[in-house]
């Protein structure tokens, strides 16, 4: 399928009526690739608190970077919600995003911010292995993420090849290994016969039945689970900090350069820096708040003593559409 024809696809997908908080005044128009029930009670906060009007419109994140890029300068977006790092990346490499203040990016580690300004860290979502304690052993387990394609696993690791983190792991993989690199990896997940899910909630949901034995995702959706039932099997496992595996990932936002809001879009981006929105994230969704002074959840360790991949994620640039191909190309999904 052509670039085109998805173009089409998804202005056509995405052309839904934008859920509004709007009381009639010219309000503040957030495209967010992250989930109404997630990001909508904050979206009431941050309107009761500054009485400003909010329209948004929710999609997946891909799909809306792909829909601003068509709109380009005719875009109502003001401000783009990512999920990842890399559908922010894109819209920078398209010259969509305008620069943000120094003194509001600087908040967070450089690892998580976009060199040029471009774009900022939100939250931090750490790359795991959930998997089902009634099937696997913690001796049993993968010891990297190279050895998920060990024969020893076939069948038993899902993934979920069109999730927005699952892609940015796998852009961030061709940037340290090269593309044959990665491409190697991934054929090698493809024969070993990994199943495939839309998501990291319906492998998380696959893996508490034991349809699957494991499963690649973000820390935080098995905390979620647990949250709601603590009897379940699932577990997290995490790679060692010098694996890719291990990899933290940030919930991204940008300010599109054609806003005619800029003084709403950046209260509305400091709102989601400030303390608040921070400690809301990290009890409710059991992400890691990114700006010093908040504590995550009480279940997961402090940030700065997480075991992590050392990513500069300003590094993922626009490689996202070569990411697609090489999944596709690889098998992962198809049979």
């Known amino acids: 399928m052509t670039r085109r024809i ?45 009485g400003i009007s909010i329209d948004v419109k929710y999609g997946d994140s891909a799909e809306l970077a792909l829909l601003i890029d068509t709109e380009g300068e005719r875009t109502p977006a003001d401000v783009f919600l990512s999920q990842t790092p890399g559908a922010n990346a894109f819209l920078a490499g398209r010259d969509l995003l305008t620069e943000l203040p120094a003194a509001l990016v600087d908040q967070v580690d450089e690892r998580f911010r976009d060199d040029h300004r471009l774009w900022v860290g939100v939250t931090g979502r750490q790359r ?68 495939t899910y839309a998501n990291n909630n319906a492998i998380v949901d696959a893996v508490s039945r034991g349809e699957v034995a494991m499963g690649l995702v973000n820390h935080y959706y098995n905390h979620r689970f647990l ?32 806003t005619r809001h800029r003084d709403d879009a950046l209260r509305f981006i400091e ?29 997961l360790p402090p940030l700065q003593t997480l075991e992590a991949f050392p990513y500069r994620f300003s590094e993922l640039g626009g490689g996202l559409q070569r990411t697609v191909e090489l999944i596709r190309e690889s098998g992962l999904g198809e049979g």
């Open 128 to 195: 795991v292995l959930v998997y089902n304690q009634d099937l696997m052993t913690p001796d049993r387990l993968p010891k990297s993420i190279d050895d998920i394609a060990d024969p020893a696993f076939a069948g038993k690791v899902a993934v979920a090849p069109t999730n927005g983190s699952f892609q940015d792991f796998v852009t961030a993989m061709r940037q340290v290994r090269g593309d044959e690199g990665t491409a190697a990896w991934l054929e090698s997940l493809a024969r070993s016969g990994a199943p």
């Open 6 to 50: 998805l173009t089409a696809f998804f202005v056509l997908a995405l052309a839904t009526p934008l859920a509004a908080c709007s009381n009639g005044r010219d309000a503040l128009t957030i495209y967010s690739g992250r989930t109404e029930n997630l990001i909508g009670p904050l979206l009431e906060r941050f309107h009761a608190e500054t």
């Open 227 to 258: 949250a709601e039932d603590p009897d379940l099997p699932s577990r997290n496992h995490h790679f060692p900090g010098d694996d890719i595996g291990s990899l933290l990932i940030p919930s991204t936002v940008g300010m599109l350069a054609t």
């Open 271 to 299: 709102f989601l820096l400030e303390a608040e929105a921070q400690e809301y994230f990290s009890t409710e969704t059991f992400e890691y708040p990114l700006v010093p002074g908040v504590a995550p959840a009480a279940s």
